[in-house]
């Protein structure tokens, strides 16, 4: 492990050390507000002048939209670097050069040099990460950096900088303590992120007023989902059936047009997103490069398929959103019965994000997560139990990796096991498959 010295503590500190001394010097995860981040980025001097800058928000589709992005910049010989959250495993994906995680030290050197500039102001924890990764793609001299925002747009600290390009992927429901309770509020805070005279592109199909009155007030170039872009799904000839691997698609942008795309391995509106965005910045692949990034980009914890016997997937969807855009992707899986394995933290929608799945023909294993966030399996019991589901389809586990077990225990072959609902649920399975492929 790379360790770096902490010249405050004339210790040495490693990755781990650091990320718990930032969870224990400010009261709070979350703190709204982008003055005391702006004063220790300008002490610093971080600006990322010197990249193409993109901000990506949204309430799904994020990761997967940037994941795109960055592997299309690559295949255009740029250096380009992501900063995303939260991790599944380790803190190092959350920033990614070239595609590949950035080392511990890295992260050990940045938070060094905060800690330093920050004196008495006081950060969160997701704060200081976000800093850390604009000083870290600074220093690298990117040509792109990609920043994705960790909550709403406006007052997220990524957006303490100026980008070249605004994207919005989806607005739903989520944060409603942080964002407001409808999509029209939801939309302004994460419209934040635009700037006068900007460029944006958005994603979302159903866009609120809202989101079309910000980009009216500030004058931006904006590219629409179903205006400026849009998605055509090509018919399998007759009597052929159309598989996730034969199905192909048409992507048709503004003065662009890709025939015969292959299914990607991530939701598709997100891969029509970002090349809506690489449309706008003229830097698209061409046809074969395009056909080869969509068929080779992946993201651990997205419709991510971990074993093939038993089939295992899991997902990371966690609000109505991304479970009813769930239900639909599942129908690719031929799969005579689901073994749902679900836990869920106690914040998010949770009535409203098990009833599109409510009607599966599934046996349900629900998870106890644990932290001050952590919901009782019951409570997801009852919700489901709330949807009509009979309780004969219901066990409940006191964690993750004993709800996980069973449903491996009961697995029989032609079947689906599918683990969802939140970053941590997926974490705790693949902590556990690869504890289990090391021994």
Request: net charge negative; proline share 4%; aromatic share 6%.
């Amino acid at each position: 492990m790379n360790t770096e010295k902490n010249q405050n503590t004339g210790s040495t500190t490693t990755l781990s050390q650091w990320l718990s001394h930032l969870e224990s010097i400010h009261p709070s995860a979350i703190d709204m507000g982008l003055e005391r981040v702006k004063s220790v980025a300008n002490a610093m001097g971080i600006h990322l002048k010197d990249a193409l800058l993109i901000t990506v928000a949204g309430t799904n589709g994020k990761g997967t939209t940037c994941r795109l992005l960055e592997q299309a910049m690559l295949a255009k010989g740029k250096t380009v670097a992501v900063f995303s959250s939260p991790h599944l495993v380790s803190y190092c994906e959350r920033v990614r050069l070239n595609g590949e995680l950035a080392e511990e030290g890295a992260f050990c050197r940045a938070f060094e040099l905060i800690e330093k500039a920050r004196g008495d102001i006081t950060l969160t924890y997701f704060e200081f990460g976000t800093l850390a990764a604009m000083k870290m793609m600074q220093d690298w001299g990117v040509d792109v950096a990609v920043l994705e925002v960790g909550l709403g747009g406006r007052l997220d600290a990524a957006n303490i900088l100026d980008p070249d390009l605004a994207i919005i992927t989806t607005i739903d429901l989520d944060h409603q303590d942080w964002l407001g309770d409808t999509r029209e509020a939801i939309a302004r805070e994460k419209a934040g992120i635009m700037r006068k005279n900007g460029k944006a592109v958005i994603g979302e199909l159903l866009p609120p007023s809202s989101l079309r009155d910000v980009v009216s007030e500030l004058d931006v170039d904006a590219r629409w989902a179903l205006k400026d872009f849009f998605i055509v799904e090509n018919t399998a000839p007759d009597n052929s059936p159309s598989t996730s691997t034969s199905r192909t698609w048409q992507w048709k942008g503004k003065h662009t047009e890709f025939t015969q795309l292959p299914y990607p391995h991530i939701p598709q509106q997100n891969v029509s997103t970002a090349l809506a965005a690489l449309e706008l910045l003229n830097l698209l692949p061409d046809e074969t490069a395009i056909k080869h990034i969509i068929a080779n980009t992946r993201l651990p914890g997205r419709q991510q398929e971990i074993s093939h016997n038993p089939l295992v997937v899991v997902d990371v969807a966690h609000n109505p959103q991304a479970t009813k855009a769930m239900r639909e992707w599942l129908k690719r899986y031929p799969a005579s019965k689901i073994r749902v394995v679900a836990g869920m933290l106690k914040d998010k929608s949770i009535v409203e994000t098990l009833a599109p799945l409510s009607s599966l023909n599934a046996q349900w294993y629900l998870a106890s997560t644990s932290g001050p966030r952590g919901c009782d399996a019951d409570v997801l019991a009852e919700a489901l139990l709330d949807a009509q589901l009979d309780k004969s389809y219901i066990q409940t586990f006191s964690d993750v990796t004993n709800a996980y077990k069973a449903a491996r225990n009961d697995y029989q072959e032609g079947e689906l096991i599918l683990v969802f609902g939140s970053f941590v649920t997926v974490a705790e399975v693949l902590d556990y498959t690869n504890a289990n492929e090391q021994q």
